[in-house]
């Protein structure tokens, strides 16, 4: 039998703190029931938290690295809205030369145009 593949989830909260706070774990749970729905498994969720002036999508970057080594701890990286990567700017097209090098996915469960339609960047959609 076949493992299932390893997923790696991305939250990236708002900057309104109470917000913040209401929206991680539901996203944190869309990417966990996201998971459980394609028989993957869930290994690890990164909430970004760089504000004000820090390096924004440095953790994204870092799971992307992280991703990308050879004895590759993750097979997919989930994110909850396409969103939360494209403002992630210049830093962006890196991390997709990275994931494409690497054969990985990224997948957004959903944009926000269309929320029904997962988005990929990388690799092929399992």
Partial sequence: MKAPLKVAGYVHPPLELQFARSIVPEQIASIQAYCRQRGFAHVITVVETAYDG????????ELVTAACRPERPYDLLVVPWWSHVTQAGPALERMEAMLLGAGLTLVAISDRSQPKHDVLVGGKKR
């Fill in 54 to 61: 820090q390096q924004h999508y440095g953790r994204l970057a």
